[in-house]
């Protein structure tokens, strides 16, 4: 048990993944796994055990952005032994060729600034996708004929961004999509030396305007949990 997870020790899996929207865990754990155990739910963030394909699986909330992503990523890898660890998300797309429920497979996570970032003074690293998972997740996604794309994504600290030039130069650098919690995510894991991977579904367009539902950004995101799972246990 720690200060933010009520977990029993053993409760969570080697394998976890991560939506920021602890119903949206609930939503998964409930579709995806079998024999499922609520394992948590201090302050409201669920987490849940159970198996897909016989393999044990934890699916527990991160939260909305890096300070939270940051919390329970920690918690998870280094309080309770998770050793892969995916997110699956939503995303606005930055660029013309990403279309809405596309998924976008985060090889790398551009950022102004993470919780992580003092420890790097004045460095700037690189975070990046576990390469295993990266492939695994192509693989996966073109087993399915899912619409996908592949490279650099950009976690913001705000939702409300006004800074419609930096989202021009993102997208100028060939940025896909911009969402609030891998590039914690990805240091975390490094820093423990886990396995860390984002999945996440075009949930709303900048440069069209489209956007998803809160119901379908809730439940409409079945191809990127499969892709994840399948990720998650290629090879093994």
């Known amino acids: 048990m720690t200060i933010h997870i009520g977990a029993a020790p053993g409760a969570i899996a080697d394998t976890v993944l991560m939506p920021g929207d602890p119903y949206r865990a609930r939503w998964a754990a409930q579709r995806f796994l079998a024999d499922v155990e609520a394992v948590n739910e201090v302050r409201g963030?669920?987490?849940?055990?159970?198996?897909?394909?016989?393999?044990?699986?934890?699916?527990?909330?991160s939260g909305m952005g890096m300070p939270s992503m940051s919390i329970y990523s920690n918690e998870l890898i280094r309080d309770y032994g998770a050793r892969t660890v995916i997110r699956i998300g939503s995303a606005g797309a930055l660029r013309a060729e990403v279309k809405?429920?596309?998924l976008v497979i985060a090889m790398t996570a551009s950022s102004v600034s993470t919780p992580s970032r003092t420890l790097f003074r004045e460095a700037n690293l690189a975070p990046a996708a576990d390469f295993g998972l990266l492939r695994a997740a192509?693989?996966?996604?073109e087993a399915r004929g899912a619409a996908f794309h592949v490279g650099g994504i950009y976690s913001s600290d705000t939702?409300?961004?006004?800074?419609?030039?930096?989202?021009?130069?993102?997208a100028r650098h060939g940025v896909l999509a911009v969402e609030m919690e891998t590039a914690e995510l990805y240091t975390v894991a490094a820093r423990h030396g886990a396995r860390a991977l984002a999945v996440v579904t075009v949930s709303d367009h900048l440069l069209t305007g489209e956007a998803m539902?809160?119901?379908?950004?809730?439940q409409g995101f079945a191809a990127m949990v499969e892709v994840a799972l399948e990720a998650a246990f290629a090879g093994r």
């Open 213 to 218: 539902s809160s119901a379908e950004r809730e």
């Open 100 to 102: 809405l429920r596309d």
């Open 45 to 61: 963030m669920l987490g849940f055990t159970g198996h897909w394909q016989g393999r044990r699986v934890t699916i527990h909330g």
């Open 159 to 170: 939702f409300y961004d006004e800074r419609s030039d930096l989202t021009d130069q993102l």
């Open 138 to 141: 192509v693989a996966a996604a």
